[in-house]
Nanobody, 126 residues
Framework: QVQLVESGGGLVQPGGSLRLSCAAS????????MGWFRQAPGKEREFVAA????????YYADSVKGRFTISRDNAKNSVYLQMNSLKPEDTAVYYC???????????????????WGQGTQVTVSS
């Protein structure tokens, strides 16, 4: 089992930046595919970004490509989401997720991940 704890959310003006962190305990994250998802009020949870185990291939939703960057720090057993040029439509609760089963599902799909953090609120507003 693994526990995932997100942090770094908050209120930011349009055009601003935030860096979300996902810290893990119980397992070494470098061995697993990791993802970030978000859910806005009244909307379905949607894929944001993912990073693969091993080589560290990255994947992004079209809506965040070029603005967000996912990365991992194996020494700190953490995954990050750097968010730049934030827009009001980025407002959501952001969740970190881990695939401990090594499934072959697409990294953009929520069912791939079997462990989730509690989420951190990101609000983009002037």
């Amino acid at each position: 089992q693994v526990q995932l704890v997100e942090s770094g959310g908050g209120l930011v003006q349009p055009g601003g930046s935030l860096r979300l962190s996902c810290a893990a305990s119980g397992r070494t994250l470098s061995s697993y595919d990791m993802g970030w998802f978000r859910q806005a009020p009244g909307k379905e949870r949607e894929f944001v970004a993912a990073i693969s185990r091993g080589y560290g291939s990255t994947y992004y939703a079209d809506s965040v490509k070029g603005r967000f960057t996912i990365s991992r720090d194996n020494a700190k057993n953490s995954v990050y989401l750097q968010m730049n040029s934030l827009k009001p439509e980025d407002t959501a609760v952001y969740y970190c997720a881990a695939d401990l089963r090594w499934t072959i599902l697409s990294p953009t799909r929520a069912p791939k991940y079997d462990y989730w953090g509690q989420g951190t609120q990101v609000t983009v507003s002037s």
